[in-house]
Structures are given as C-alpha cells and as structure tokens.
C-alpha cells in the first residue's frame, strides 16, 4: 500500500531555522512571492506565521499592515517615529498596570496560604533541603 506523501505533520516556531525564516521574509517582501504562495511552496501551515516573522525580521508594519517607505523625508521619519513613540508609550503603560496586578495577585496568594497555614496548621510551602548531596552518600553506604 503506498504512503501519502503530504501528510500533516505540525510544526513549531523551533522547527525553521533563523536563516530559513529571513529567507522567506525576504522572498515576500521583495515581492516574488505571496505569503500565501510561500506557506504552501515551503510548506508552512501556520496563516500568521510569515506575517509574524515579517513583523520580527523584515519591514513590515503590523499596524498598518504595509510596507513601511524606504524614501521618507524627514518630516515623514519625525512623524513615524513619534507615532512609534506614543505606540511604545502605551505598550509600557499596559505592561505596567499588568505588573502592577501581577503583584497584587502575588502578594493575595502569598497572604492566602499564610492564612491556611495558620488556620489549618499545615505546612503549604514546602521547604527545599541542602542535604541533597546526603542522599547520594546513603546510596553508596547501602551498597
């Protein structure tokens, strides 16, 4: 019985190498190829993939989603970069109001289980011994 040549088999981020990656990049935005044409020629299965390593490696706006303009004036490049400036201005609020609750939560969790601890006399956290090496030394003694 004969063997189906294309079947499925799913891929990570880790199976293409960062060569292969800017390889694609390049082919597409050069323009040789579409993102389309690219997943089923390299056989990519992910819609996104190339997208998102246009985004990591080429010179794709994931914002705009276009080519950014490789002539640009200088007003143009001091606008883009402010506009780039106030996109990274509320990445970092986002981020920090994420940490800020992130901390919260942690201090909650750490003030619940020393709660459960004192109310239930239990021992949550648990205690890592120094005394591994000790181990070892028992092993050897019994043999």
Known sequence: MEQIKNQYVKRSQKDYSLSFKLGVVQEVENGLISNRAAMRKYGIQGHGTITEWRRKYG?????????????????QKIQELQEKIKRLERQNEFLESRLAESEDKALILDKLIDLAEEEYLIKVRKNFSPDQSNLSAKKAKKR
């Not at 010179?59 to 007003?75: A, G, L, R, Y």
């Open 59 to 75: 010179n794709f706006d994931i914002d705009n989603h276009s080519q950014s303009k490789v002539m640009q004036t200088p007003e």
